[in-house]
């Protein structure tokens, strides 16, 4: 009976044990990926100055359930707290965006035309307002905020860290997030400036889960900047539009559906 109970005993500690560790991986698994996106966070919004240039690409599900992806390269300077120029360029737009903390102009060099409006406020005021007010995505836009952190915190379900990886020969450290009804990946680089290089965003809502990517291709810090860099005058014989037109100057081209069955 002695050896009986010892044999048992041997059998049932180390399944008991593991049922207490794996949860405990799971949770610090979650908190060093959070971890990680959190000093990420803080370098970024830390950095004064940024110039960068990146690629993307965007896909969209058509109503015969084919999967089609648009790409795009373009650049950005970013001045905290309240300057920024954009500049994106696709098959179907060449689009750039100056705002130097009280207006803002979007110029569509392949329409020749702009649209103006006033924002007075920071950079992060900004995104809000464009994503809200005027209907324009910026995905990707939130790596940029002075406190990314919180927005891309909110609402996780699930993070882990799935390893190491390597973007354009940088090493970076791999990581997955769930949503509700997304699922992102961050891959940021190792080492003390933890600089986001690329991001997937998987939406789970639309049929055949399209998802938009962002590369960084090149990052700068402390970068001399003038008021010139944020200001723009229209050509004289540009077509001024109506802000609520800033939709049609989006990564997708006009027409092309959204997702799903549309």
Avoid at 61 to 81: C, H, M, V, W, Y
Avoid at 85 to 114: C, E, Q
Wanted: with cysteine.
């Amino acid at each position: 009976m002695k050896r009986r109970t010892v044999f048992f005993s041997v059998l049932i500690l180390p399944l008991a044990t593991l049922l207490l560790v794996v949860p405990t991986r799971a949770r610090a698994a979650e908190s060093d990926a959070t971890a990680i996106l959190k000093a990420m966070s803080e370098y970024v919004g830390s950095q004064k100055t940024i110039k960068l240039t990146f690629d993307s690409a965007i896909e969209i599900i058509t109503p015969q359930l084919e999967k089609i992806q648009f790409t795009n390269s373009g650049d950005a300077l970013l001045s905290r707290p309240d300057k920024l120029r954009a500049h994106r360029v696709s098959g179907h737009a060449d689009v750039a965006m100056f705002f130097d903390g009280k207006t803002v102009k979007i110029f569509g060099k392949n329409i020749n035309g702009y649209a103006q409006f006033d924002a007075p406020g920071s950079v992060d005021q900004l995104i809000h307002s464009l994503r809200e007010g005027h209907g324009v995505a910026l995905p990707g836009a939130d790596l940029l905020l002075s406190n990314s952190y919180e927005l891309l915190v909110a609402g996780i379900m699930e993070a882990k860290i799935i390893g190491r990886g390597i973007i354009d020969g940088i090493e970076c450290e791999h990581l997955a997030f769930r949503n509700f009804d997304t699922d992102w990946q961050l891959w940021v680089e190792t080492g003390k400036n933890p600089i986001p290089r690329k991001m997937v965003v998987t939406s789970k809502t639309m049929n055949s889960a399209p998802q938009y990517t962002l590369r960084i291709k090149s990052w700068e810090t402390e970068v001399e900047t003038s008021p010139s860099d944020f200001t723009f005058t229209p050509p004289a014989d540009a077509e001024k539009l109506d802000h609520n037109a800033l939709s049609e100057l989006d990564e997708l081209p006009p027409g092309a559906p959204e997702g799903g069955n549309q």
